[in-house]
Each structure stands twice: as C-alpha cells, then as structure tokens.
C-alpha cells in the first residue's frame, strides 16, 4: 500500500470519527440542556396523521434532524393522543390528516383512538389539508368532533374498488413460462403471473372483502356524521364533491383556513376577547412528554414485539425494494428473551405482515410456544395485515386480536420458478448442462419441469399444506378438517375471521395488551409498561454498529436511506411490482411462500 493511500484512509477515519463525535456531543448536550417543552394551559396539540404509520419507529431526534428520517409511527400518534387525553393542561386535539397510506386495520385503530380521546370531553378537530381529498382521510378525519376542508379542496369519498395486474401477456411476449403452483381454491398469488384475468375463486374472494370494507367504511362515516347509511350511500355514489358541496351535505362543518379553525377551538375552549392567538404544542414537540410524566406507562413489565413487513429468515430490516421485514432470527431472539425475563408478565405479538417464507414462519411460531411453556400468557395484536405467513406465527397464540378491517386468514401456500428458454432463445443464449442426479438442476432457470418434476414439486406443496392446516388446528384448538374447508388460501377480514373462529376478539394493541394483563393475572388496577423488544435502532446506534443485528454502521444507514428515498419516488405500482419481484427472487432457488395475494391500500 503506497503512502499516500495510507495517509487517505487515515484522513478518511478521522473525518468519520469526527462526524460520530460532533453527533454524540448534540446528543448529550440535547439531553441536557433541551428538557421537556413547557404546555401552557388550556392548549391545543396538534398532529399530523398521514404517510403509512409504520407499526413502531425509533424516536430519534438525531436521525430526524441530521438524515430527514420520519419518527412517526402508528403507537407514536397513538401514544400522543393518549397523553393529550391525561394531560389536564391540554384542552384539545387538533389533527391535521392529509395522505393516509395505511390500511384500512389501522385506520380503524387510530378511530378508536379518537374515540377514547372524545370520553374525556376534550374537543377534536380535524383539518383536511389535501387538494383531493380520499376516502382514507376522510374514513379518519370523520371520526372527530368536528371535521373542516380547505375552500379549494374536493372531498373524493368515491367508494371502494379493487385493480388487479396480470403479467401473464408480457411473460408471453418475452418467452417466460410461470411455472408456478398452489394448494387451495383461493390461494391467488401466482394467478397475476399464471393467468389473463380474474378467477372465480380470486374474485370470489376480493368482492367479499370489498364489500365487508364498503360497509364499515359507509357505517363509520354515518357514524361520524350522524347520517343514515342509506344517505351517507347516496353521497359516495355521488361523490367526488367540491368544498362547499361537502358542507352543504353535512360531510364537513366548513370549508375554511387554518386561522379560522383556530378560531373555532378558540371559542370551544372558552378563550377570553383578549386572548387573539390560540395557544398551540405541535406533535414534535408534545413528543418529548415522557408518558411516565403523566403516569402512563408505568407498572407491571408486558412485552410487545413487533412483527412487520415480509417474514424472512435472519435479521429483521429492509431492502432497496421492501419496507420493513420480519426476520425470524430476530424475532425468536425477542421472545427468548422475553420468556427468560422473569421481570416480563407476559408477551403481545403485534404481526402486520401479508406472510413471507414458511421455513422463517414456523421458526416464529415454535418460539412462541416456547414462551408459553414458561408459562407465560402470548397475545396477538393484528395490524393491516395478519395473513398467510403472518397467520401461520399468530396461530399458536393464547388469544388473537384483530380490527375488523385487518386482512387475515389465506391459509395455503404456493411455489414454483420461471422458465426463460424461450427468452434464451429469442436472445440467442445456450447452455450446457451435465447432471450428477435425477433432479439435478430442479429449479434451472433455463428449463420447464418435467411432468415427473411438476409432480414431486406439487406434493412437496401438498405436504407443506397439511403440516400450516395442522398448526393452525392445533393452535385454535379445531377439527382440522374444519381448518380445511375455512383455509383453502382465503383471506377474510378480522369480522369475517371471528366468525370463522380464526380471531378471538376485534380491537387494536390496546385490547390485546388489556388482555394480557388478564391472562397474566396482574390485578386490574395496576398499571402496564411496556417494553419493546428488541427495542428499535437509533441513528447513534446505526453508526457505531455492533451488536447482535449489526447493520453496517454509518455509510450502511446512509445507503438504506436513499434506497428508501429511491423508491418512494417511484410510481406507487411499480413499488409494488418491484417489492413482489424482490420477494419472489428470494424464492426462486427452490424456496415456497406463504404470501397474501394482493395488497389493500386505502385510497
């Protein structure tokens, strides 16, 4: 290595210990000289509600700040919202809702958090700030006491509608043969590859779920607004309707600015002639309120453990082209750890997740039973989405809890590869093969199966099948016959579940952690902390690395980072089309999948 090399990689090291040091110095002097903002009496939080709320996040002022990283989560507004409930200097909640991207389970939880929130007698507002209002937003902000747009928005509560693409034309086209295979009637996933068009069984099965979330979206919003169903039918076949139209159909109490919303809260609490301004905490300042300060969070230890994203062997994380994933390595670790703490009562599994790989799966559910032989009480929580995969790790739970909008159930599977000889032929492309064994090369690429191939392939599915019915039999306690005939890869929504016996209850976190203090046998009156394991990587900790999921360091966090970015510029089908292609890519040296066919966003 030549001098000058030398002397660039020491400058290198210096300058990166230099960056971690100036951040660990904002990091102490933050801690020590930022305290907790003061809450003047009588004030107004204000919160944004949008983006996709990922379950749980870091609250890491430092990535905030130095990398732009969002610190917003679905438990951190939920937790906000709670505080602003307790805190006797808070007169109200002001929500400001615009570009809801969760599902429709979520949506659901953050209503209910309203909801709790109105018991206290606190007023809350909301704000519509978008141009084109969607039904998400609305399905939210109708939830609230009072609901306001901006003059120049339109309301677009236009109903519900499902799109499904089909690749199975350009496969053609480009010569590619989906070879690919499924156990169950209703299991769809590979049908966009395999297939033209809707089946029975797909459609079947996207007109039920569609229509249990018509009627819940229709339902809340006549709720809300204190209409018919009938009515609030009516105005959503009519929709999208301009800013005064909404007013004048009693969807929204005014088409107004922010300074007049002010007013309005200004009047409601009571605020005397002489006081002009309304006095105001934003949601990232309210944050730094320790729930401890107000006698939350604080008792007996329940362990919540998060399970996002696509299930996948190793390590939790993210790619360039998924969001958030569940590795079973990481959550197994967390649930040892939560059974070997005698100070932990009991454990909540909260699984968002449309499913992923079987073999990462079944590693989740044997650690949650492992737990329960400590006798230990194991509760599910069920975001969005608990399905496939995500059903397979909650089955074995004590009890499930799902919203009634979660998308659960798809008990089946499905596997297979892509053939590209034809596209090997279309481009001229060879190959030379010589095989030690019969079934040598099962999943070349450059090749269909044989029929005996297909064969063995279909029952090596088949057995894989019987063994996700029996699980889910013996973890919900039924024939496993009945299992069959409710599984067969259809998904249902958690109303639709709990009348199948596949969910226990319909609620959000909050239940299901109620019902973990009831099966641990912790007295009613005493209080719950949760400890989040394994707690969520601060930027500090992304850089300095180490640890049993390290993950790179510095540069590592800075490339997830514009990955991220990367992606969220693109169009929202082909992050779609790229995540499915991820997925499928990692399946394709032989694996199976546990999979949702389909993503439900709100819109």
């Given at each position: 290595m030549s001098r000058r090399r030398k002397f660039v990689i020491i400058l290198a090291s210096i300058a990166a210990a230099l960056v971690v040091a100036v951040l660990i110095v904002a990091l102490v002097v933050g801690s020590l000289f930022g305290g907790a903002p003061s809450v003047p009496a009588n004030s107004v939080v204000v919160l944004r509600v949008g983006g996709t709320l990922p379950d749980n996040t870091a609250s890491d002022p430092l990535a905030s700040r130095f990398l732009g990283a969002p610190n917003n989560s679905l438990s951190n507004l939920l937790m906000q919202i709670k505080k602003a409930k307790v805190d006797k200097r808070v007169g109200g909640l002001l929500l400001r809702v615009s570009g809801m991207g969760t599902g429709w389970g979520k949506a659901e939880e953050i209503r209910a958090a309203i909801a709790d929130f109105r018991t206290s007698g606190k007023p809350v507002y909301a704000s519509l700030e978008a141009e084109f209002v969607p039904n998400g937003d609305y399905f939210v902000a109708s939830a609230c006491d009072k609901v306001f747009i901006s003059p120049e928005s339109q309301l677009f509560i236009t109903g519900l509608a499902?799109?499904?693409?089909?690749?199975r034309g350009s496969l053609d086209k480009l010569g590619v043969t989906p070879e690919y295979y499924k156990i169950g009637k209703y299991k769809n996933a590979p049908e966009v590859y395999t297939d033209k068009e809707l089946s029975e069984g797909f459609r079947e099965t996207l007109d039920a779920i569609l229509g249990d979330l018509s009627e819940r979206f229709a339902q809340g919003i006549a709720d809300?607004?204190?209409k018919s169903i009938e009515d609030v039918r009516t105005l959503i076949d009519n929709a999208p309707l301009g800013a005064a139209e909404a007013k004048d159909a009693g969807l929204v109490d005014g088409a107004i600015y922010r300074a007049d919303i002010d007013a309005e809260l200004r009047t409601r609490l009571g605020y005397k002639d002489?006081?002009?301004?309304?006095?105001?905490?934003?949601?990232?300042?309210?944050?730094?309120?320790?729930?401890?300060?107000?006698?939350?969070?604080m008792g007996t230890r329940i362990a919540i453990i998060y399970a996002p994203g696509i299930i996948m062997t190793g390590n939790s994380g993210g790619g360039p082209f998924q969001d958030e994933s569940t590795g079973s390595d990481t959550i197994a670790r967390a649930l040892r750890r939560a059974a070997d703490?005698?100070?932990?009562?009991?454990?909540?599994?909260?699984?968002?997740?449309?499913?992923?790989?079987?073999?990462?799966?079944?590693?989740?559910h044997n650690a949650v039973a492992r737990v329960q032989e400590k006798k230990k009480p194991v509760v599910v929580s069920m975001g969005d989405y608990a399905a496939s995969g995500g059903y397979y790790i909650s089955a074995n739970a004590d009890r499930i809890v799902a919203e009634p909008s979660t998308i659960t159930g798809s008990i089946g599977i499905y596997g297979g590869k892509f053939a590209?000889?034809?596209?090997?032929?279309?481009?001229?492309?060879?190959?030379?093969?010589?095989?030690?064994?019969?079934?040598?090369?099962f999943f070349r690429e450059s090749e269909v199966w044989t029929e005996s191939q297909r064969t063995e392939f279909e029952q090596l599915l088949a057995r894989s099948y019987q063994s996700f019915v029996q699980k889910v039999a013996t973890g919900r306690k039924r024939d496993p016959e009945y299992i069959n005939s409710i599984a067969q890869g259809r998904a249902w929504t958690g109303t639709q579940a709990k009348e199948r016996g596949l969910v226990d209850e319909l609620g959000g976190l909050e239940r299901a952690i109620e019902i973990a203090k009831e099966l641990a046998r912790i007295p009613k009156e005493e209080g719950v902390r949760r400890v989040v394991l394994p707690a969520p990587r601060t930027l500090l900790e992304e850089l300095l690395g180490g640890g049993e999921e390290d993950n790179g360091g510095y540069a590592a966090a800075k490339a997830r980072r514009e990955q991220q970015a990367m992606l969220d510029a693109l169009p929202e089908g082909m992050r779609r089309t790229l995540r499915r292609a991820a997925m499928i890519e990692r399946a394709q040296e032989g694996g199976t999948l546990l999979m949702l066919p389909y993503e439900l966003k709100i819109k």
């Amino acid at each position: 290595m030549s001098r000058r090399r030398k002397f660039v990689i020491i400058l290198a090291s210096i300058a990166a210990a230099l960056v971690v040091a100036v951040l660990i110095v904002a990091l102490v002097v933050g801690s020590l000289f930022g305290g907790a903002p003061s809450v003047p009496a009588n004030s107004v939080v204000v919160l944004r509600v949008g983006g996709t709320l990922p379950d749980n996040t870091a609250s890491d002022p430092l990535a905030s700040r130095f990398l732009g990283a969002p610190n917003n989560s679905l438990s951190n507004l939920l937790m906000q919202i709670k505080k602003a409930k307790v805190d006797k200097r808070v007169g109200g909640l002001l929500l400001r809702v615009s570009g809801m991207g969760t599902g429709w389970g979520k949506a659901e939880e953050i209503r209910a958090a309203i909801a709790d929130f109105r018991t206290s007698g606190k007023p809350v507002y909301a704000s519509l700030e978008a141009e084109f209002v969607p039904n998400g937003d609305y399905f939210v902000a109708s939830a609230c006491d009072k609901v306001f747009i901006s003059p120049e928005s339109q309301l677009f509560i236009t109903g519900l509608a499902a799109d499904v693409e089909f690749y199975r034309g350009s496969l053609d086209k480009l010569g590619v043969t989906p070879e690919y295979y499924k156990i169950g009637k209703y299991k769809n996933a590979p049908e966009v590859y395999t297939d033209k068009e809707l089946s029975e069984g797909f459609r079947e099965t996207l007109d039920a779920i569609l229509g249990d979330l018509s009627e819940r979206f229709a339902q809340g919003i006549a709720d809300g607004r204190r209409k018919s169903i009938e009515d609030v039918r009516t105005l959503i076949d009519n929709a999208p309707l301009g800013a005064a139209e909404a007013k004048d159909a009693g969807l929204v109490d005014g088409a107004i600015y922010r300074a007049d919303i002010d007013a309005e809260l200004r009047t409601r609490l009571g605020y005397k002639d002489s006081e002009k301004n309304l006095r105001v905490i934003a949601g990232e300042k309210y944050e730094q309120i320790t729930p401890e300060s107000l006698d939350l969070n604080m008792g007996t230890r329940i362990a919540i453990i998060y399970a996002p994203g696509i299930i996948m062997t190793g390590n939790s994380g993210g790619g360039p082209f998924q969001d958030e994933s569940t590795g079973s390595d990481t959550i197994a670790r967390a649930l040892r750890r939560a059974a070997d703490d005698e100070s932990i009562k009991a454990v909540v599994l909260r699984v968002d997740s449309p499913g992923g790989s079987p073999v990462a799966s079944d590693i989740i559910h044997n650690a949650v039973a492992r737990v329960q032989e400590k006798k230990k009480p194991v509760v599910v929580s069920m975001g969005d989405y608990a399905a496939s995969g995500g059903y397979y790790i909650s089955a074995n739970a004590d009890r499930i809890v799902a919203e009634p909008s979660t998308i659960t159930g798809s008990i089946g599977i499905y596997g297979g590869k892509f053939a590209l000889k034809g596209f090997y032929d279309w481009i001229g492309v060879t190959h030379g093969f010589i095989p030690k064994g019969r079934n040598a090369g099962f999943f070349r690429e450059s090749e269909v199966w044989t029929e005996s191939q297909r064969t063995e392939f279909e029952q090596l599915l088949a057995r894989s099948y019987q063994s996700f019915v029996q699980k889910v039999a013996t973890g919900r306690k039924r024939d496993p016959e009945y299992i069959n005939s409710i599984a067969q890869g259809r998904a249902w929504t958690g109303t639709q579940a709990k009348e199948r016996g596949l969910v226990d209850e319909l609620g959000g976190l909050e239940r299901a952690i109620e019902i973990a203090k009831e099966l641990a046998r912790i007295p009613k009156e005493e209080g719950v902390r949760r400890v989040v394991l394994p707690a969520p990587r601060t930027l500090l900790e992304e850089l300095l690395g180490g640890g049993e999921e390290d993950n790179g360091g510095y540069a590592a966090a800075k490339a997830r980072r514009e990955q991220q970015a990367m992606l969220d510029a693109l169009p929202e089908g082909m992050r779609r089309t790229l995540r499915r292609a991820a997925m499928i890519e990692r399946a394709q040296e032989g694996g199976t999948l546990l999979m949702l066919p389909y993503e439900l966003k709100i819109k």
